[in-house]
């Protein structure tokens, strides 16, 4: 069983930074593909980045390449997003998974095909 928590949230203007972090524990976590999602008022859970067991591959949302970059330190049990360019658009909470049976990588972007999910860190982007 894998357990994440998430971190880094807040509130910045449009065009800032963040850096979200997820710990995760559990037996061969670092070995498991990671995935982040959000979700915003009133709407649906989406798919954000996903990144292999080793860090070797990744996936993006369309929308969000080149302004979101997904990385693990697998030393510390831990996933980044790295938010650039941010956008009211952007807030939302955002969630980290561990991909569903401890799969080592995954092209899925569905949330169904993840577990573990955390309690999620909130992002407020101000215009």
């Known amino acids: 069983q894998v357990h994440t928590v998430e971190s880094g949230g807040g509130l910045v203007q449009a065009g800032g930074s963040l850096r979200l972090s997820c710990a995760a524990s559990?037996?061969?976590?670092?070995?498991?593909?990671m995935g982040w999602f959000r979700q915003a008022p009133g709407k649906e859970r989406e798919f954000v980045a996903a990144?292999?067991?080793?860090?070797?591959?990744?996936n993006y949302a369309d929308s969000l390449k080149g302004r979101f970059t997904i990385s693990r330190l697998n030393a510390k049990n831990t996933v980044y997003l790295q938010m650039n360019s941010l956008k009211p658009e952007d807030t939302a909470v955002y969630y980290c998974?561990?991909?569903?049976?401890?799969?080592?990588?995954?092209?899925?972007?569905?949330?169904?095909?993840?577990?573990?999910w955390g309690q999620g860190t909130q992002v407020t982007v101000s215009s």
């Open positions: 998974a561990a991909a569903r049976y401890g799969s080592s990588w995954s092209n899925s972007r569905n949330g169904k095909d993840f577990d573990s």
């Open positions: 990144i292999s067991g080793s860090g070797g591959s990744t």
């Open positions: 559990g037996r061969a976590v670092s070995t498991y593909a």
